[in-house]
Structure formats: structure tokens, C-alpha cells
């Protein structure tokens, strides 16, 4: 669930409130936003927030605040019930961002650190969480950006969150190309995906099973196949129309990911391709590959 939330409006002061499940990584996003300009300030009583945030944006710094099942006087209703009260402060422009995360994904995280759930102090850490789940399902559902951190790292997130909560950015549309392999799954947090399946599997020539699309061999065998020049032109064309409008429509991060069979050969020289194309034409972009070196023939 995304709502696009313009932020670089210099009159009103960027308010983030930051929630989520214990372990999506709400510390990791606050420590992003404040190194990107914001004031970070993690688990405020609901009781003090309103007295941090001056009436004027003149005397005002971004800023972005945690709030989850730990906070003092919590309470799903409550959250919602504040934030929406500072929108309708002409001087601030709140959103709200929740990190969502699979829960085998949770479990191995706390495992692994050995830290305690917070709602499992008596109970299963798998108890633990869905009570969690359950606590925090009305804020999900009213949240303006959702990000699953299921499969993330902190690099990954910082990409997503400078994307969405840049302040020196201007009226502008950051690109996130990726190439993926089906076999393992569709990047979370997808805007658009491409299936290019449909273009001849260079993985069957054993001259070309050892590389990979950012060959140039791969490529001219890619471009050989007969439907490989209509489908990047009618690509183009069709991103040639939908860029302008998102951005237009305020939308600042947009992730177009492009998939085939390993992940190896066709859906990295289409990414290639294309990051190369947003480039030229101008618009910010960033690639990356997930899957490439996940297998070895």
C-alpha cells in the first residue's frame, strides 16, 4: 500500500512517524532519515509528541518519529488519531511509513541476535509476533507507505527511504531497476514487473550458458531474436508516457523489476538496457542484479 507523500515543499515542515513489527528494521530506517537530514526520535510518549513540533516552519527541523508496541501509552487508535490531527496543520506535512516483514523472516532475526521479542516476554516468539500483528493492524492499514524489509539490507533501504523521504530532491522520479529470477521469487515492494521470458534463453547455447546478460555476446544474442526490438521499443514508448505522469502525479520512487528463468541472461541485459535508456533520457536511476550470481550454471 503506497500513498505518494510530497515532501519537498520548503513552506511545511516534513513530519515521518515510523512504526512497524519488532524486528522489520524501524531502527535501521530511523538511523537512514537522520542521516539524510531528518532528527530522529525513537519511542516519544504519544502524550509529548505534540509538544516537540513547533507551530512554525521557520523554527523547525524534519523530523521523524518511532512509535511501536513499546511506546508509552500506546495504543493503535491513538496513533492514528494523532496523526490525523497534525494534517490538518497547514505548517506540516505528516506521513506515516510501517515496516512490514514475514514472520520466519522475524524469527530468524531475533535468533540470530538473540534479542528478546518484546511481546514474547511469556509467550513464544511466534505468539509473540502475531499478537504484535494483531496489536498493530490498524496502523498498517493506515499507513502511507508500507515497505516489506523481508528481503532487505540496509543499503537497500536507505535507497527506498532517500527515494521516498529525500529533502533535497526536486519535483523529481527516482528509478529502481532489478533483475530477478522467478525460481526465487518477485522483489518485494514491485511497482512494475516485467516478464521477458518470452525472448529466446541464451542458458540452451553452452557458448553463452557460462555468461551472463552484461556480455556482449549475450546481448547480440538477445537482440537476434525477433521479438526483442518491438518489445524495447514498445517499452520505451510505454515508459515514455507513465514516467511523466507518476512524477507528475507525485510519485517519487518507482521500482520496475524485470524477471526470467536464473535470473543470469535475459532479464539482466533487458535491466541493463534499460537503466542505460533511463540514464540518457535523464531520469535518476539505480540497478541492481539480484539473483545473478545465486547460480553457477
Not at 528494521?25 to 539524510?36: F, H, R, T, Y
Not at 528478546?116 to 493492524?137: N, Q
Not at 539482466?268 to 545473478?292: K, Q
Request: net charge positive; aromatic share 10%.
Amino acid at each position: 500500500m503506497t500513498k505518494e507523500i510530497a515532501i519537498s515543499d520548503k513552506k511545511r515542515t516534513p513530519i515521518i512517524f515510523v512504526s512497524g513489527l519488532s524486528g522489520a528494521g524501524k531502527s535501521s530506517a530511523l538511523k537512514v532519515l537522520e542521516d539524510i537530514g531528518y532528527e530522529a526520535v525513537d519511542n516519544l510518549p504519544l502524550s509529548l509528541v505534540e509538544r516537540i513540533i513547533p507551530r512554525s516552519p521557520l523554527k523547525s527541523v524534519p523530523l521523524a518519529l518511532g512509535i511501536d508496541s513499546r511506546t508509552r501509552d500506546f495504543s493503535a487508535e491513538k496513533v492514528v488519531h494523532l496523526i490525523k490531527k497534525l494534517r490538518r496543520r497547514s505548517s506540516l506535512i505528516s506521513s506515516f511509513l510501517f515496516l512490514d516483514c514475514d514472520d520466519y523472516v522475524l524469527i530468524r532475526r531475533f535468533e540470530e541476535t538473540r534479542r528478546r521479542h518484546p511481546m514474547a516476554i511469556d509467550r513464544s516468539v511466534t505468539d509473540g509476533i502475531y499478537f504484535e500483528r494483531e496489536l498493530l493492524k490498524e496502523l498498517r492499514q493506515y499507513a502511507d507507505i508500507c515497505i516489506d524489509t523481508s528481503e532487505f539490507n540496509i543499503g537497500a533501504l536507505k535507497r527506498l527511504l532517500s527515494g521516498h523521504f529525500g529533502l533535497t530532491k526536486g519535483a523529481s522520479l527516482s528509478i529502481f531497476v532489478i533483475s530477478f529470477s522467478f525460481k526465487i521469487g518477485i522483489p518485494r515492494n514491485s511497482d512494475i514487473v516485467l516478464d521477458v521470458r518470452f525472448l529466446s534463453n541464451p542458458y540452451y547455447n553452452r557458448t553463452l550458458r557460462k555468461l551472463n546478460g552484461r556480455d556482449e555476446q549475450v546481448r547480440k544474442f538477445l537482440e537476434n531474436d525477433e521479438g526483442y526490438k518491438s518489445f524495447v521499443s514498445s517499452l520505451k514508448e510505454l515508459l515514455e508516457i507513465l514516467l511523466p505522469r507518476y512524477r507528475d502525479e507525485g510519485k517519487s520512487y518507482l521500482t520496475i523489476a524485470l524477471g526470467c528463468s536464473g535470473g543470469r541472461h535475459r532479464s539482466v541485459a533487458i535491466a541493463e538496457f534499460l537503466a542505460d535508456w533511463l540514464e540518457t533520457s535523464g531520469w535518476p536511476r539505480s540497478l541492481e542484479h539480484r539473483d545473478l550470481e545465486k547460480f553457477n550454471s
